[in-house]
């Protein structure tokens, strides 16, 4: 079940980066993209979730709070 849009979810960003955008999942694997930021590499974030793009992925509308991975 794919997000409503302008929901919050948590994002674990990757380091693949495409036309200056970077992609990562939500919590029940939903892709998301987001403008490329390096300091988001294998972080997760709280985001808000705008629309979908022409591939069906979300788009991250802001970054909402900040979280420390888990080890």
């Known amino acids: 079940m794919k997000p409503k849009e302008d929901q919050i979810r948590t994002v674990l960003f990757e380091d693949n980066i495409e036309d200056g955008e970077m992609q990562g999942y939500t919590e029940n694997y939903v892709r998301i993209t987001a403008k490329y930021d390096p300091m988001l590499i294998n972080e ?10 022409k591939k069906g992925t979300f788009q991250v509308l802001e970054i909402e709070e900040y979280l420390p991975i888990l080890k």
């Open 44 to 53: 997760l974030k709280k985001v808000r979730l705008s629309e979908l793009d």
